[in-house]
């Protein structure tokens, strides 16, 4: 509780200085990267030319995922979203809008659905801006769950402030359309769009080895998994999406639980208010829920103004309402650190009871995953070479810790990586390591890197440290605490 009021106290403290430039400290989501650059706000094209030429520069979009890679402490931080950078148009002739690079994805909806229109998908973080998330491969779920696979065309300034346009017909364009802030400043993308569109959404509490059975029939899946439950057969929550018109509604059904369902059902409607006030209660709720061997099937028909998950019976935004596990548990990331990475789709289930009992091993040193883990599934492929689904269908999985704790998640996911060598990063959130080179292809990245070089012959464009290690381009920027120490 103290903890989360310091770190609210921390928040809000940077918040006051959004919109001012100048030196002042810079943080991403949960402040796991975090540093004092100087901040300059591009106005308008030229004001961001004119920052450019003033030396070396990173570009930082809002919160979430963009800030995970483009924080650059001692360096010009082109603060994007709080830019003029604005633009937002649609053509109904053709379905593409084009969007600016200080807009963000909440208000991009907005404006989306003014002409009953949405994004063919999204991630459910809405204040990040719209290319920001693009460019480090935020995603949904279900067949083109990466929101990057909607771009058709973007435009970005090279080092001399020269606007570039590249469009799906250029070679360079499937490197850079999703190039985890190696290609910046993005001042504009034009991307599909699609009809708003009601479905018919199904919820479940069951046990991970009915998921296959209960996705027949379905367009997309999201599932939760409880890590302190049955690691053989653990509890799950499972939201699925159908279209309206094939789909017949079926009754309510809730079993299980004997004379403490109610209680069990109680404790499932309050679940992420008790995991977030009460982590001690954490691993024994969750053997309770396993030993009460609960089932619950509920159906909606989601409206077609939702804003965030597309599986909302109600317009706008889930945040602005009461959580709901069977719905709100798909949110969780406010709650604590998250780390995402990428499997091949069939390994899901077995990586997640790995990862599990891994966990469940280190509870005697005092670190415990922070109420679920999420799977997203992205069945489908894409084009876009640094894409997560770019060699075939995978599964996101999410994990939550306190922040202090984060260092664990990334033991995991080396552990992961270690015996799944196709794992694959989410550029935003996961820790940047060498291994995942391989799964991204060597030749891949010295393409991405001759195309960062060709445009910023200069050296001027920076990106942090951990992508720096990652392609190895380097020692460490001056300013950074090891050239301090004379370790470089």
């Known amino acids: 509780m103290f903890e989360e009021i ?43 030319c004119a920052d450019m030429a003033k030396g070396c520069y990173s570009c930082v979009g809002k919160s979430h995922s963009y800030n995970g890679v483009q ?26 809008a084009t969007v600016g690079a200080s807009v963000t994805v909440e208000r991009f909806k907005r404006f989306l659905i003014k002409h009953d229109r949405r994004l063919i998908n999204s991630g459910n973080y809405m204040k990040q801006t719209v290319v920001g998330a693009l460019a480090t491969g935020t995603h949904g779920f279900g067949d083109r769950g990466v929101m990057a696979d909607a771009v058709t065309a973007l435009t970005f300034l090279d080092d001399s402030g020269k606007r570039v346009r590249l469009t799906r017909a250029d070679p360079d364009f499937a490197y850079v359309a999703l ?26 509490i069951n046990r991970l080895s009915k998921l296959r ?8 899946s999201n599932w939760v998994v409880l890590p ?58 969750q053997r309770l829920l396993d030993r009460l061997d609960l089932v619950q099937r509920d159906q909606i028909q989601t409206d077609p103004y939702d804003l965030d998950y597309l599986y909302d019976p109600k317009p706008g935004l889930a945040s602005e309402r009461a959580p709901d596990i069977l719905r709100g548990c798909f949110s969780t990331t406010y709650t604590g650190y998250n780390l995402a990475f990428f ?10 009871k790995f990862i599990m009992r891994e966990a469940d091993g280190l509870r005697d040193l005092g ?7 999420s799977v997203r599934e992205l069945p489908g492929t894409s084009d876009l070479v640094f894409a997560a689904n770019h060699d075939g269908p995978v599964a996101a999985i999410d994990l939550f810790a306190d922040p202090r704790d984060y260092a664990w998640l990334e ?33 891949n990245l010295d393409r991405l890197m001759a195309i960062h070089r060709k445009h910023y012959p200069n050296g001027k464009l920076m990106f942090s440290e951990r992508v720096r290690a990652f392609l190895q381009t380097g020692k460490p920027l001056p300013g950074e605490a090891v050239a301090d120490a004379k370790l470089a």
């Not at 924080?71 to 633009?87: C, H, K, S």
């Not at 991307?191 to 009601?198: S, Y």
């Not at 109610?262 to 679940?271: G, H, Q």
């Not at 977030?276 to 209660?281: E, G, M």
Request: glycine share 8%.
């Open 6 to 48: 310091r770190r609210g106290r921390k928040q809000r403290k940077l918040d006051r200085q959004a919109g001012e430039e100048g030196t002042r400290r810079i943080a991403s989501w949960i402040h796991v990267y975090r540093g004092d650059a100087e901040a300059r706000i591009p106005h308008d094209e030229a004001k961001l």
């Open 228 to 285: 302190y439950s049955n690691p053989d057969d653990p509890v799950m929550m499972l939201a699925t999406l159908s279209p309206c018109q094939t789909t017949a509604r079926v009754e309510k059904v809730r079993e299980g639980g004997g004379f403490l369902a109610p209680i069990a059902r109680w404790i499932i409607k309050r679940y992420q208010k008790l995991d977030r006030f009460l982590p001690a209660l954490r691993r024994p709720l």
């Open 367 to 373: 670190f415990f995953l922070k109420g679920v883990i």
């Open 71 to 96: 924080i650059v402490p001692g360096i010009n931080a082109m603060m994007m979203e709080e830019g003029g950078l604005d633009r937002m148009d649609y053509d109904p002739a053709t379905g593409i």
């Open 213 to 220: 059975e209960l996705q027949q029939g379905t367009i997309a």
């Open 411 to 443: 033991r995991l996911q080396r552990m992961v990586l270690q015996y799944e060598p196709e794992t694959r990063p989410h550029f935003g959130k996961s820790a940047l390591i060498p291994g995942f080179r391989n799964s991204l292809g060597e030749n």
């Open 179 to 204: 190039s985890f802030g190696t290609i910046a400043p993005i001042v504009e993308l034009e991307l599909e769009t699609a009809p708003v569109e009601a479905f018919i959404s199904t919820s479940h």
């Open 343 to 352: 499997v091949p789709l069939e390994k899901g289930p077995a990586v997640v």
